[in-house]
C-alpha cells in the first residue's frame, strides 16, 4: 500500500500496538525487518501509521514477535481488513481531524460510554442545544463551520439507529441538565429528546444529582469505545491544546475505573427517567 500523509487516530493506534508488540519482544527495527524481508524504514513507517500493511504481513510480524493472543491479534487484523470509506470521510478538509476520528472510532465500537459534567452528550443532543453549544465557542465559528458541525454531530448518532445498534450508557451530572446553553424551549426540548432516547433497550442514561453525599468522581469529561478486545479500547478526552486519543492499558484501566466510579455513584436508570422528568416539568 502507498504512503499515507494523515493517518487516522484508528491508523496511528495499529502501528502504535505494532510498536509495542515488537518493543515487548526484545526485537530492534531492523532485526524485525530482516525477519519480514524488507527495510528497516519500511519498519518505521509502518510503526508510523504513514504506511499500510497486508493482514498477512500483520500476522507473520505477530508470529515473530512471538505474540500468542489470537483474539487480541484478530482484532489487529480486523483494523487492516475493514478499510470502510465512512460518512466521515464527507468532511475530511471541511473539518478538523479528531471530528472524523471519532466518528470512524465510534462506527467500530463494541460500546460506548460517556461521562459529563456541563454539557449534555453529543450522541444525545437535538440539533438546536448542538447549535447553541457550538455557538457558543470563542473564537466564533463561522456560519459554514457551525452547520456542518451540527450536521456531523446529529449523523454521529446512527450508531444508535442502525439494525444492530451499539450499547450506550453515559453518565450525566444534573448540572449537565439544568445547564440552559440557550433558552427554555430548547432545554425543554433537550430533556425531551434525552427521556425519548433513554427508553431504547441499548441506551441507559444515570443522572448524578447535585445533592449525592461523598461524590469525589472524575470532575471531566471523558468517553470510552470499546474494541474488538479490551486491551484495543480507547478512552478520549478533551483539553485545551485538542483532542486526546488515550489507549496505554494502565490509563485505560484509570479511566474504566472512574467510569466505574461514576457510574456506582448515580441514580439508576428509572430513578435517572424520573428526575429528568421532574427537571422537565420545572420548565
Known sequence: ???KREPTARQMRL???LRRLREAAGISSREAASMLGVNSVQISQIEAGTSGVSEHRLRRMAANYACTDEPFIDGL???VTDRTEGWWEEYRGRLPMP???IAELEHHSTYRHDVEFLFIP???QTPEYARAAFSSRVPELPEEELELRVLHRMRRKVILEKPAPTAYEAVVHEAALRIRVSD???ARGQLSRVLELSEADHVTVRVIPFDLDGFGGAWSPMMLAGGAVPKLDTAVRDAPHGTGFID????L?????LFRRVEAASLDPARSRDFIHRLAKEL
Open 77 to 79: 487484523a480486523a483494523m
Open 122 to 124: 453529543g450522541l444525545l
Open 99 to 101: 471530528f472524523l476520528d
Open 15 to 17: 502501528a502504535v500496538e
Open 184 to 186: 427554555r424551549a430548547i
Open 253 to 257: 484501566g484509570v479511566f474504566r475505573t
Open 1 to 3: 500500500m502507498g504512503t
Open 248 to 251: 496505554s492499558e494502565a490509563q
